[in-house]
């Protein structure tokens, strides 16, 4: 049997397969159709959807449409804040048998700090590793952290900054479209988060790169891409704007050629590992997510068809590797090799 | 909700994350390949019988979403449970755009992916408690699709225990009313067991009789107090029946709502409706029945209207 | 009958559907199909390939790949330079009985103004309108001309620029993507062209706005967006790059979200004509575009289905409108008005 | 050129721009939507015949291209044309992936465009006037497509000008070796006709006897000065079939290309192929039928191959 475990950061999955954020809801899934999920959930990690610092109630819908080889959602980042996160949704969290990525989203680039600092309390609180609201620990003292001894609940939990939800009329896909407003987000969270710390980028840009770099140089601990590429569609009839928040994100098989293209740039630029996503639906993207640069793969909207598809395309991954002879580290960035 | 609290308190039990690949889609995970046992064209609709490995049967106004194999479109199509017997499960189907229209071409022995059943369906113990005067079934078009799975449902109450039943379709033309073929057995069984039973249909273009809309009937049987309503059609539809049973006073109203799907499980947010209250419902979750007041209100015009104010 | 005849500057098109330039090569389809397509191009103005100011061999092969709802092509502007253009193309282009659309492609931003120039002399040559080979027009006197009495040749032949190719290492799509570079090209441009001028636009910005603002500040008559989306397909079993230029420009019904979202912003920002494209395959597509502000649609690489496809969706057009019982100024720009 | 030229010239007469809309395809235009009149399976690939109304017939070698007019893929995909009689054309088609697979699938009646015919194909005028000692015809796999046209062709030609015809065929295995029914009939009516015509087959697994590839055949029958192939196959094959040519020395050899297509008339450039002077070509307008020398030199071990150097 082919190891496919990998590592981001101080997190150990069980293979490279995880969900995209705000696409698989394992506990709607089991409330509808069982808990088996919860008892072996199938991604190596799981994400939350995007929590945000105040409650929000999301756009006006309709907030999903069907186009050609994918779907525009709109769906503008619903949810009920970080407190009620805290207080109802990581208690459940923690109990999955998985370790957990919470995103987290902003409207300006101080935010994720704030977001960030409560989560880290609320871990500590859960999970030990120090006072549960004392004072922040120095930056310094988490920069020394993040290099030497980490609390142990960083095992278990890494936090995903979303700079690229474009569902918002401010901040988020804003901030990561811009070096210098990533830095400065991804500064604040790293000062307040000790553990994993994702940055998922936007392709809505003309050069990703130095965003990536900004985001590594910050602190950033892995870089996760492709959020959904902006688009616009009609109502059929009317002709005019279909979604209630009029533009929305374009994901699925469509958009993938794209996002292999990002994640290759960006390998070839940072040394972080990269959670690669748009468009997965299969083995042989999954293979080529991480022959671009990919450690880690998301899947997002294909998993409206079948919640347990990243566990099934996690199996045919260890038979695709086993039927080449190669071990993990022959495929991750095999595209840049001559 | 006990399920999680219980999982909640097993993690300090096992912190640690285990690390042994998950397997693929378990079998009895809701996520299903079936395969078609038969599809009968009934006008402009057709019946798609598929044999699901495993179904665990569903209550009427439930759901499922549906994908054939080979399927060209992205996401999966949501269907009323339309009737099952077993591990056959029927859905009334009307091709409207290309997702319906693959099912409409799909062969016997073809794989359709089958995620169901989904979401909360007419509760008939909660309606039936509150003692009806009536059950008032109104179905428009292709809402009409649940009330099948409805009727035999019914057959399977004591007759003595069940107020009278007045099932009022509407469609556009009497192509689309050929559909009545596969209601017409349930009801005769309802009947056959003793319960009172009437069906009438009418057509907008008054191709079977006189012309006219499904609420011409609702006016015409007259709601009274006490009398339940359950519904299933076009949003203004639903709309215009439940301003009749406000206007006649001391009715009760459920409706079947649509909304476009993509997971149908509740992960996406994406099916999210307006309720009378300002706030949003997902329609594969909370619905896609609902209570009338919470969709519409209990004043008779109400300003919030499902779609909010885009 | 509808009219369905618009105008882009000082061309008359009889109807709003053209081909994308790069796409549709009438004579080598003449040279297969038969000459009937020259004597009734399926075109209201035919746009011929890139030209360039010097011979380009084109990218190495495979310069196509087909992915999911679309394709990706990494072309690479092969062409045999502007003074080539001039002496063999020019007479068979100036002989078909439409307007043309000369697209131009440039390394630097001066270089647009070179092939401009080239071009104008070699119509007034062709067609009258002042001596061939004398000196440029200054450029108040061209500025003057457009306003006022342009020389006849100018209602046949038209020039677009493309700042917008993503298949080249240099140039082009990196000035399409700076507002400033976009300004230099198309003034220099201008000042050689007293014509039509159409900017073709990148979608590979953040912000397409002040790239299409320079360009309409700058002496642009009409815009012309999308171009292609930079891309990447490994081959299936090496998992290396597939295509000879490593990344490519997808095209298809994959970008048409995205394709109509660059109109519609554009639209809602500048005032000069637009002409939309990216995805057109039926009828619903051209609706679209119009409504989100095109004046025209071009047809790309659906028309490598059917090379007529143009012309098809004209009188499809206009029976659509005819159904809705629509002039054509009441579906331009349709999507932003209340 | 003629017509080119005489366009040109009239531009001078007609120079202003025409205004009226264009008609629709017109209906000789080369770009036809055909009727499936015919299916056949053969071993691993399937011979599918059309019926494209006003098909002018092409030249052994020349392509089509075809989509199915419900395809979910975005491009046509190209065929060397097999057979033809009137507006009857067939196509030898072996399933490799989602495009070949859904032709392998279309019902008899449904609709497929076709746009062709197209490039150069084997000119067959040319190669026998070059009074060669033996027609030598290689393929491998389902490059053996164009030849039952080739076979067909040559049935037209007077029996005593033919030369002497050896039918080389290579597969991978006998099942995909069945395709060779499509190929006998030809053989037959050629010799009934009085040609010598020779035609063995091997196969890489050993299946039909000996394991071997077509280069295996080729080198028993030995080719020398004189003789001329007509090859198509895989890239690999061709090359390997021209180093024995330029061995054998006084050879002349055309060999059909491949390359992945958009639009099969010469509009996309996309379909290039780097020739053994080192410039491109486009394979759907310039082939695919090249001649050996430009595709792979006079020399013997070329290091220009096409692909270039990516
Ligand atoms: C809970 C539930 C139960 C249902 N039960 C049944 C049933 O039993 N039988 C049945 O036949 N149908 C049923 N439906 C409806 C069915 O799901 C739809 O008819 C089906 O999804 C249509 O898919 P399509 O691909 O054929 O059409 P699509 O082309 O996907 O169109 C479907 C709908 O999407 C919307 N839409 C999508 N894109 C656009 C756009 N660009 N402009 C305007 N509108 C757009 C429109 O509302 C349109 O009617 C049910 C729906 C729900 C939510
Ligand atoms: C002039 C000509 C004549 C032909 N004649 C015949 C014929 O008579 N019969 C016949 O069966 N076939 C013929 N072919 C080949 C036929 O066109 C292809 O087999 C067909 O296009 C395959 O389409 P597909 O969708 O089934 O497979 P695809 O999935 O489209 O694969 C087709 C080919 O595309 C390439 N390709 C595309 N994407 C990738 C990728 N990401 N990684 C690696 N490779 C990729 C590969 O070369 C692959 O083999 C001919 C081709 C040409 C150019
Ligand atoms: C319905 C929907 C909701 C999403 N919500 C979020 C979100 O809350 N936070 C986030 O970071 N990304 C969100 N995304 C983006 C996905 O995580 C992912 O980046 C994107 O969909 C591309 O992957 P895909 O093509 O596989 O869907 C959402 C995507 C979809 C389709
Ligand atoms: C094969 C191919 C070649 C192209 N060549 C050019 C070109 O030479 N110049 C140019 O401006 N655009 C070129 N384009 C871009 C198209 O003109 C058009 O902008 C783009 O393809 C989007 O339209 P579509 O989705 O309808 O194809 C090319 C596109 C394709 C597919
Ligand atoms: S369809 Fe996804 S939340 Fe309802
Ligand atoms: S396939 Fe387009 S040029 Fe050959």
Not at chain 2, 288 to 302: N, T
Request: hydrophobic share 45%.
């Amino acid at each position: 049997m082919i190891d496919l475990s990998v590592s981001l950061g101080p997190l150990r999955l069980s293979h490279p397969l995880i969900n995209a954020s705000g696409t698989l809801d394992l506990f709607e899934v089991a409330a509808g159709l069982g808990d088996a999920i919860l008892a072996d959930p199938p991604v190596a990690a799981y994400v939350p959807k995007t929590v945000t610092l105040k409650p929000r109630p999301g756009n006006d819908p309709p907030r999903i449409v069907e186009v050609e080889a994918g779907m525009l959602n709109s769906i503008g980042l619903p949810n009920a804040g970080v407190e009620a996160f805290v207080a109802d949704e990581l208690p459940r969290l923690l109990a999955l048998p998985r370790p957990l990525i919470l995103n987290v989203g902003g409207f300006a680039p101080g935010e994720y700090a704030l977001v960030a600092a409560r989560l880290r309390r609320a871990l500590q609180l859960h999970l030990g590793g120090g006072p549960p609201d004392g004072p922040s620990p120095s930056s310094d003292e988490i920069r020394a952290a993040v290099g030497g001894d980490l609390p142990a609940w960083t095992a278990r939990v890494g936090l995903e900054l979303n700079v690229s939800c474009p569902n918002v009329h401010s901040g988020c896909m804003s901030i990561g479209a811009d070096p210098g407003e990533t830095r400065v987000a991804v500064e604040g969270a790293r000062a307040e988060w000790p553990g994993l710390l994702v940055v998922k980028l936007t392709p809505n840009v003309t050069n990703v790169v130095p965003v990536a770099q900004a985001a590594a140089e910050a602190g950033a601990s892995a870089i996760s891409l492709v959020n959904t590429f902006k688009g616009l569609v009609l109502d059929r009839v009317t002709l005019r704007p279909y979604l209630g928040g009029v533009t929305g994100g374009l994901s699925g098989p469509a958009i993938k050629p794209l996002a292999l293209r990002f994640v290759y740039e960006v390998a070839a630029a940072v040394d972080v590992p990269l959670i690669g996503m748009g468009g997965v639906t299969s083995v042989q993207d999954v293979l080529e997510f991480m022959a671009c640069g990919a450690s880690a793969v998301a899947v997002g909207a294909a998993g409206f068809r079948d919640p347990w598809l990243p566990a099934r395309l996690a199996a045919e991954l260890g038979l695709a590797l086993e039927g080449r002879g190669w071990s993990l580290s022959d495929l991750v960035g095999r595209a840049h090799r001559r | 909700m006990a399920a999680e609290v219980g999982l909640a308190a097993r993690a300090h039990v096992n912190p640690a994350p285990e690390l042994q690949p998950s397997p693929r889609t378990p079998p009895n995970s809701g996520c299903r390949l079936a395969r078609v046992a038969a599809r009968q064209k009934l006008g402009s609709m057709f019946v798609l019988r598929l044999r699901a490995p495993g179904w665990p049967g569903g209550a009427p106004g439930q759901f499922a979403l549906l994908r054939h194999e080979a399927s060209a479109r992205f996401l999966p199509r949501a269907f009323s449970l339309h009737a099952q017997d077993g591990e056959l499960v029927s859905f009334l189907i009307a091709p409207v755009g290309p997702g319906t229209e693959e099912l409409a071409e799909a062969g016997v022995g073809e794989g359709v992916h089958v995620l169901g059943p989904l979401g909360h369906g007419f509760d008939l113990t909660e309606i039936l408690a509150g003692t009806p005067r009536r059950l008032v079934v109104v179905g428009g078009g292709v809402g009409v699709a649940p009330f099948r799975l409805l009727l035999d449902r019914l057959t399977t109450h004591a007759a003595a225990t069940l107020p009278e039943v007045v099932v009022l379709f509407g469609f556009r033309d009497d192509v689309q009313a050929e559909c009545l073929a596969a209601f017409e057995p349930a009801v005769d069984r309802l009947r056959a067991r003793g319960a009172a039973v009437e069906l009438e249909t009418i057509c907008e273009d008054g191709s079977l009789g006189r012309a006219g809309l499904v609420t011409t009937l609702l006016q015409e049987v007259g709601l009274s107090a006490g009398d339940a309503i359950l519904a299933c059609g076009a949003h203004a539809m639903c709309q215009a029946v439940w301003d009749l049973g406000l206007a006649a006073g001391g009715v009760r109203a459920w409706f079947s709502l649509e909304a476009g799907m993509a997971c149908g499980v509740g992960s996406c947010h994406g099916c999210v409706i307006r309720l009378a209250d300002g706030s949003l419902a997902k329609v594969c979750r909370r619905g896609p029945v609902f209570g009338a007041g919470e969709v519409f209100g209990e004043s008779r015009h109400p300003c919030a209207v499902p779609g909010g104010d885009r």
